[in-house]
């Protein structure tokens, strides 16, 4: 998990803080399936600006997330591309938009901030690509390795038979 203290930062109204700093990324559930950062370590650039009413953090980095396919349930591997703002005021008072909850006793919580991030900019489905056909529904084989379709019910067919001969007779 990587904080990042505040204590030792003085800003200054107008002054700002720039640095790249490796984060810890967590694995994370994402519609009841578990995705893992891959590396688990990523580069990401931290930019604290100081104005006079309070303090902008901003964070960006690129993740790359594994886990299983929304669809086929295969793997699936998608980029994260992520730049966050986070704004805390000087005197928050009793405003929610006005204090970040990564802010913690002068420690900024990066890994759960970038965690909150990913999931944000992570699309609605992951799939292991675009046009993934998924399972079949009949029989739950992959339908991206076994391309097929199930003839119509033996069934059905007696009764399409018995249909036809009703309308002869
Ligand atoms: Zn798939
Ligand atoms: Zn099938």
Redesign the pocket.
């Given at each position: 998990m990587t904080r990042f203290s505040l204590r030792t930062l003085r800003l200054r109204p107008g002054e700002e803080y720039r640095d790249e700093q490796p984060i810890a990324l967590e694995p994370f559930e994402f519609g009841g399936e578990r995705y893992l950062p891959v590396p688990a370590t990523v580069p990401a650039e931290l930019t604290i600006t100081r104005a006079t009413s309070g303090t902008v953090f901003r964070l960006r980095f690129e993740a790359r997330i594994h886990g299983p396919c929304y669809r086929c349930l295969g793997d699936a591997v998608v980029e994260a591309k992520v730049d966050a703002r986070e704004y805390q005021a000087v005197e928050p008072g009793d405003g929610e938009e006005l204090r970040t909850q990564y802010v913690v006793d002068d420690m900024l919580d990066l890994s759960g901030w970038a965690r909150d991030a990913i999931a944000l900019a992570l699309p609605d489905q992951i799939l292991c690509r675009a046009d993934c056909a998924g399972l079949?529904?009949?029989?739950?084989?992959n339908?991206n390795v076994?391309p097929?379709?199930?003839e119509e019910e033996r069934a059905d067919s007696r009764w399409a038979a018995l249909a036809e001969l009703r309308d002869r007779l």
């Open positions: 079949c529904p009949v029989c739950g084989a339908l076994e097929h379709e199930h």
